[in-house]
């Protein structure tokens, strides 16, 4: 049994996933995370010094300087400073839209845990370079300041996907066409079963390669696009809360503000009257 798994007894926070969150930390031996069930979102690191450890609830892997990590939405993960070491990195939490899908298609190092290493001191320092972008833009509050932090965020997922290009796992087309069909018609009511005959897959075949290569099932996903649509609608029109909820594919408003909630951390009115608040 891995030393992560007797880490700590509490149970980290879990993120809100529809907010955009990054930071640096620096920290010694004893530094733990534990989060049993994991996170709705994904959750990137670079290690800037020393090495981290990560566990998935049955293996573990390293992080060392010059690498990236990422693990995929639904995976349980414990991770925190080994001994004898001070651990440095940046660390991002998101959900990536959905043209960002194959920019993530990083080698899966152990199950839900992906890894790149960058030797290029160019390239690295590129993408250093954006994260201290990321981290300064999601500090800020003005109008701008979200936009500006996602555009930070797609041009380090571009860099560390030319890095690794050589190596890099190209998205099963099957899958492709399933993300640009329900990105396009996400108003429509689909299912599992109904998407894999699209594919000519089977049901299990076709839910099983989908969360192997986006990190989260096709309804998870359909889900948070619905979502995204939401939100912009709040931000650019009149229409009321149950048209809104209507208009992205929800059957019912409260189901839809009980979701809203949970993705981005409050409720679908109160969201609006904030940026109303903060236009004016």
């Known amino acids: 049994m891995s030393e992560f798994m007797c880490f700590s007894a509490k149970e980290n926070r879990t993120t809100i996933p529809g907010k955009l969150v990054s930071g640096r930390y620096r920290q010694p031996f004893g530094y733990r995370v534990k989060r049993s069930k994991g996170t709705k979102d994904f959750y990137l690191t670079m290690t800037l010094h020393g090495k981290g450890l990560f566990h998935n609830g049955s293996e573990t892997c390293e992080c060392p300087e010059s690498e990236i990590t990422l693990i995929t939405p639904g995976t349980p993960h414990y991770y925190g400073t080994p001994e004898h070491t001070v651990w440095e990195f940046n660390w991002c939490h998101f959900v990536p839209k959905e043209d960002w899908l194959a920019l993530l298609q990083l080698p899966e190092t152990i199950k839900g845990i992906r890894s790149a290493r960058v030797d290029s001191a160019k390239d690295w320092l590129h993408i250093a370079g954006a994260f201290n972008n990321l981290i300064q833009y999601n500090e800020e509050s003005h109008l701008f300041s979200e936009r500006l932090a996602v555009n930070a965020l797609e041009e380090i997922l571009l860099l560390i996907s030319k890095n690794a290009l050589e190596t890099h796992l190209r998205?099963?087309?099957?899958?492709?066409?399933?993300?640009?069909?329900?990105?396009?018609?996400?108003?429509?009511s689909?299912?599992?079963?109904?998407?894999?005959?699209?594919?000519?897959?089977?049901?299990?075949?076709?839910?099983?390669?989908?969360?192997?290569?986006?990190?989260?099932?096709?309804?998870?996903?359909?889900?948070?696009?619905?979502?995204?649509?939401?939100?912009?609608?709040?931000?650019?029109?009149?229409?009321?809360?149950?048209?809104?909820?209507?208009?992205?594919?929800?059957?019912?408003?409260?189901?839809?503000?009980?979701?809203?909630?949970?993705?981005?951390?409050?409720?679908?009115?109160?969201?609006?009257?904030?940026?109303?608040?903060?236009?004016?």
């Open 171 to 188: 998205m099963d087309s099957r899958v492709e066409e399933t993300v640009k069909l329900i990105s396009q018609h996400y108003k429509k």
């Open 190 to 280: 689909f299912n599992v079963p109904e998407l894999a005959a699209r594919v000519n897959l089977s049901a299990s075949r076709f839910a099983h390669l989908f969360k192997m290569q986006t990190g989260e099932s096709v309804m998870d996903m359909l889900n948070k696009i619905r979502l995204r649509q939401s939100r912009k609608l709040l931000e650019t029109t009149s229409l009321t809360i149950a048209e809104i909820a209507e208009e992205v594919g929800f059957n019912h408003p409260f189901y839809f503000s009980r979701q809203f909630a949970a993705f981005y951390g409050t409720p679908p009115a109160v969201f609006r009257k904030h940026i109303l608040h903060t236009m004016n």
